[in-house]
């Protein structure tokens, strides 16, 4: 086999993840970029036969992977882009999936989420300020990302049809297209509802809400992208004095977290989340350390520290 033939396979994969799995175009990108690392590592090395691989090749781009310096959640999701790709050749005869199978994807979750304090998360949400010129835009961006927890593609993909303010709750898409039902505290309701009357009235963003009835838009009035959300959770977590590191998807994780803290049960979470698997949802259990500790301290005959008694 050619390495012209890999490339027309990934192109295949593609299309295949788009039209018969229904999956998001930036999960399909992805995928993409993950497969073209690998194909260029195939071409580095002269490897041909990538239809039929063996444990020992698959190692060796694994340890490309890590020469290359990627964390590891990235050698994770590389691996699980190749292992999706195996089986679809192998769906089409073209390959044999069971070397890719037993490839051992590093732990995802080896580095605990970078997780705000709550205090923390205040002095975030509190960062706009009034004479901004975007303030109740800014404001309400980052009252709906901490109150739903959700991805920074749902919530810049989020219609003004799908949020229902005097219900109290939003509507977003997901992974897959995957709809769920996420409610709204009072702060995000009161955020959302002055941002919103004055977009209707032109005094944010280009002069109302875009054709396509996004929610959050430019200052042209076209719905604002994911680089642009992050750009501004930095900006914003400068003025703030918090860490560098925090992301739009720090805020998913500490909504996550704080609501396990608050008494949640996992499965509320999962669906909180739409997480596919509550496997998933799982690793916020090792962030909050403090909770099961005050529950061993409640619970358990020596928890206390004492004696249990007679």
Request: glycine share 8%; aromatic share 8%; with cysteine.
């Amino acid at each position: 086999m050619s390495l012209a033939e890999l490339q027309s396979d990934i192109g295949a994969f593609r299309h295949y993840l788009r039209a018969e799995r229904g999956m998001a175009d930036n999960t399909v990108q992805a995928y993409g970029r993950d497969l073209q690392r690998f194909a260029r590592w195939c071409a580095l090395v002269r490897y041909h036969e990538y239809a039929a691989p063996t444990l020992q090749v698959l190692a060796r781009y694994v340890a490309f992977l890590h020469d290359e310096q990627l964390a590891p959640p990235s050698v994770a999701r590389h691996l699980v882009s190749l292992k999706m790709f195996y089986r679809f050749l192998r769906l089409e005869e073209r390959a044999d999936a069971s070397a890719v199978d037993l490839l051992g994807s590093p732990k995802l979750w080896e580095r605990v989420p970078h997780v705000l304090a709550p205090a923390a998360v205040e002095q975030l949400l509190d960062a706009p300020r009034a004479g901004d010129r975007f303030f109740l835009r800014d404001r309400a961006l980052l009252e709906t990302l901490y109150a739903t927890g959700c991805r920074a593609s749902e919530v810049v993909g989020l219609k003004a049809a799908d949020v229902y303010l005097d219900a109290a709750f939003l509507k977003c898409f997901g992974k897959g297209g995957k709809q769920r039902v996420v409610p709204l505290g009072r702060p995000a309701v009161a955020a959302l509802r002055a941002y919103l009357e004055a977009l209707g009235q032109g005094k944010e963003g280009g002069g109302g809400e875009s054709a396509a009835g996004n929610v959050f838009v430019s200052k042209t009035g076209r719905p604002i992208t994911r680089i642009l959300l992050w750009a501004l959770v930095k900006k914003y977590c400068r003025r703030a004095g918090l860490s560098a590191k925090v992301s739009p998807h720090t805020l998913r994780h500490s909504f996550a977290t704080h609501v396990l803290s608050g008494g949640a049960d996992l499965r509320t979470v999962q669906e909180l989340l739409g997480h596919a698997s509550i496997q998933t949802t799982q690793h916020y259990t090792h962030v909050d350390r403090d909770r099961l500790k005050a529950i061993h301290r409640k619970f358990h005959p020596r928890g206390a520290g004492g004696e249990p008694a007679a």
